[in-house]
């Protein structure tokens, strides 16, 4: 954290002595109020600039705030803040006055004693300063599904509590909690998506104003899914507004709806959108169901690549085996389909052509009639990490050797896949019969067993 | 009163109170830009020398004098200070506690030294300058011996005061040695009574400090406790002569030597000029 405060503090005093010249001035109205008895006078002045916990901290401000806080002068007492006050001038002593740092340290080194178990408590503000204001709600989703939410100045972290069917799960929120961050009231935005089907969605929205510079503060906005017990992060917006002032704004939700929504868009998917922006930042929200199918798929290609032999070694201008394992197979972002063999040292590669998007599923297409219907098959002498067929970039050695398809026919099933962002995605089972290829020296094999490929594929104008 | 007597005698109180005020904002402000001696000029009026000193400048004033705003600082100085302003009628009464009982740790002999210091105040003596010769001349004071010598000049430092000391002025003395030809030395001579408790009636003792001045340079010539004379009293006699009791002399084979009169009769040879 001070490594954080110390470039704010740098960012935010360049340019501005004559800002630090009247706040001294006035911190020193502040010193002469007080001894002159003046307690509320002084409270008023110095209390601002003592509570400030941004850098350069007026840490003279604060030993005669931190004294008020102790003896109760214009203040109710308060032994903690006062002990906070000197424990962040003793941290501090490059703002502190040199003449009064033997009085914080022997004023924080009675507060150690005095204060006991309670000594974290003054820690803690000392770290996170007294203006964090303390948030909790509580929103029902449905029955027996509610979260939770708390931030308080006893934890550092703000947390989320869900309840769903039984289950009970405790969660970060990952949101900032550096010293003076204002939370505005949390948000719960509940929307019914209407893709793939009609669906019930809950989205936690937070926004943070955050000291930035000098009487300046930027307001951060955090975007959570409540998918059953868990929260799903969805975009953190950093600089959604700007402000300057000693204190940000107090807005209303109607004041953020202005800046920030999540809504439906005109196909009926949740998204969300930053209006402040001149150029309205946005994006569509995926599904659940998406984000599950999608993980999975990652899952079960990394399980099929941790059972790989890397060390196996094959002789390159071997005939192709033919057979492939249906869980090895992918698609690229275009209409291209691979799959290889379960030691990945043979790959087979087919170009779909857009004839396989057009009429009725399913379609059958015929190496050598079908325009760009393309069947190609590598055959490697060591498995591959990755095959080179979604990249139009070759490495010495990727290719392997090719066996050309000069015969067979293909049969291929397209049922749509919800994909918020590409919306002609298909899931695409692809059938190939009676193939026969040809090597780069003319030697030819034919299919003898089918295979069959199973992924998801992009149309052709994708 | 007649009314016209008492307004007046309003408006001659009233700047003056605030004026007073003023002044200790002023040299707490100052303290806390960290301007030491600043705060010690603008405070030590309202504090030292008062029968009652403003006891929020007398712990600002306790920080400026740790913090060295008057010479090397001395804990029980500020420490006196400190347990001058714990008093009730201070908002920062704990604070004073707290930060006396820092400087004396609840050792004996510290926490006597505060009491006295509280009690009876800071001694030092009254500064002053010496000329030696048209290009020899030393200036004494908070920070030590600032001797100008030939176009160079030189600071020794050396802090004099203590709590509840009571000095007798400096006192510079020139002893003519016998051999012919050779320059006189030149000794300056601190007396000083300290109270041994802070209590109203106290056993004092007469300490004597001497520092010879060789060129630029300053020497001490201190041996033992330098305890030449004690008494009982409430204050002690600062009339005597301290030749009376103590002086430089010159002896037969031209060395310079101590001489103790009274109770306490002695004779220390010093070391010749020579010898550091």
């Known amino acids: 954290m001070k490594l954080l405060m110390l470039a704010i503090a740098l960012a935010g005093t360049i340019g501005l002595p004559s800002a630090a010249t009247a706040q001294s001035a006035r911190t020193e109205q502040g010193v002469a109020a007080f001894v002159q008895g003046d307690y509320a006078r002084a409270v008023e ?28 002068l214009g203040v109710a007492p308060d032994p903690l803040k006062a002990c906070a006050l000197f424990l962040r001038m003793s941290a501090w002593q490059e703002n502190t006055a040199p003449t009064l740092i033997f009085a914080v340290q022997a004023l924080v080194d009675d507060f150690n004693s005095r204060l006991g178990p309670q000594m974290g408590q003054c820690m803690l503000l000392a770290d996170i300063g007294f203006n964090r204001t303390a948030q909790q709600a509580t929103f029902t989703l449905a029955a027996g599904h509610w979260i939770s939410i708390e931030i308080s100045p006893e934890r550092r972290a703000a947390m989320a509590h869900i309840e769903y069917q039984g289950k009970q799960n405790d969660l970060e929120l990952g949101l900032p909690n550096d010293a003076d961050v204002r939370y505005l009231p949390f948000t719960l935005t509940e929307l019914t998506s209407f893709r793939p089907r009609p669906e019930p969605r809950h989205f936690l929205e937070a926004f943070v104003f955050m000291p930035t510079q000098a009487s300046q503060w930027t307001l951060m906005w955090f975007v959570f899914e409540v998918v059953r017990e868990g929260l ?50 946005t994006d569509v929200i995926e599904t659940q169901a998406e984000r599950e199918e999608i993980a999975a798929e990652r899952l079960a290609r990394q399980a099929a690549e941790k059972e790989v032999d890397s060390t196996l070694r094959r002789q390159p201008g071997r005939p192709p085996s033919l057979a492939y394992a249906d869980s090895s197979s992918e698609g690229c972002m275009g209409p291209f389909v691979y799959g290889s063999s379960r030691d990945r040292t043979e790959g087979i590669m087919l170009h779909l052509g857009p004839q396989a998007f057009e009429g009725a599923s399913p379609s059958t297409l015929t190496v050598g009639r079908t325009l760009g219907f393309e069947v190609r098959v590598h055959v490697y002498g060591a498995p591959q990490q990755r095959f080179p067929f979604c990249s139009d970039v070759r490495m010495l050695g990727d290719e392997g050797e090719v066996w050309q398809a000069i015969a067979g026919t293909a049969t291929i099933e397209l049922s749509p896949v919800f994909r918020i962002r590409e919306p002609e995605t298909y899931r695409a089972t692809i059938r190939l019969t009676g193939a026969e290829f040809v090597s780069p020296t003319g030697a030819r094999v034919r299919q003898s067993q089918p295979i069959t490929l199973t992924t998801v594929v992009r149309g052709p104008q994708q | 009163m007649r009314l016209p007597a008492l307004l007046a005698a309003c408006i001659l109180v009233i700047p003056a109170y605030t004026t007073a005020q003023t002044t200790a904002a002023d040299g707490i402000v100052a303290l806390t830009r960290g301007d030491a001696a600043a705060a010690v000029r603008l405070l030590a009026p309202l504090v030292e020398g008062q029968a009652e000193p403003d006891p929020v400048a007398a712990l ?59 009690a009876r105040g800071w001694g030092q003596p009254a500064w002053t300058t010496y000329t030696l010769s048209r290009t020899h001349r030393v200036r004494i004071d908070p920070n030590g011996f600032l001797v100008e010598h030939e176009g160079a000049s030189k600071l020794t430092p050396e802090g004099w005061g203590g709590a509840g000391w009571r000095f007798l002025p400096i ?22 009574w300290f109270p041994h408790t802070p209590v109203d009636v106290a056993e004092w003792s007469l300490m004597w400090f001497v520092y010879e001045v060789v060129g630029i340079d300053v020497i001490r010539r201190q041996q033992g406790d330098g ?9 002690p006699p600062m009339t005597i002569s301290a030749d009376d009791v103590a002086r430089l002399v010159s002896d037969d084979s031209g060395e310079v030597v101590r001489v103790v009169i009274g109770t306490q009769a002695r004779r220390v040879p010093l070391p010749p000029r020579g010898v550091r």
């Not at chain 2, 016998?178 to 007396?191: D, H, I, L, N, S």
């Not at chain 2, 305890?227 to 204050?235: C, D, H, I, L, N």
């Open chain 1, 232 to 281: 799903v992060p969805v975009t953190v917006v950093p600089d959604l507004q700007t402000v300057k002032g000693d204190q940000p704004p107090e807005y209303e939700l109607t004041d953020l709806r202005r800046l920030a929504t999540i809504r439906l868009n005109a196909n009926g998917d949740a998204e969300w959108v930053v209006l402040a922006d001149a150029q309205r930042l």
């Open chain 1, 45 to 72: 002045i110095l209390k601002p600039a003592a509570e400030r916990w941004q850098l350069p901290f007026d840490n003279t401000a604060a030993f005669f705030m931190a004294l008020m806080y102790d003896n109760g």
């Open chain 2, 171 to 192: 006192r510079l003395t020139q002893v003519d040695v016998q051999a012919p030809g050779e320059a006189p030395r030149y000794f300056v001579e601190f007396f000083a």
């Open chain 2, 60 to 118: 600002f004033l306790a920080l400026a004098y740790q913090f060295g705003g008057r010479g090397p600082s001395d804990p029980a100085r500020s420490c006196g200070l400190l347990m001058k302003a714990a008093t009730p009628t201070n908002p920062l009464m704990r604070q004073a506690e707290l930060l006396a009982t820092q400087l004396h740790m609840n050792h004996d002999l510290m926490r006597n030294q505060c009491a006295i210091a509280a």
């Open chain 2, 227 to 235: 305890r030449v004379a004690t008494t009982v009293g409430t204050a």
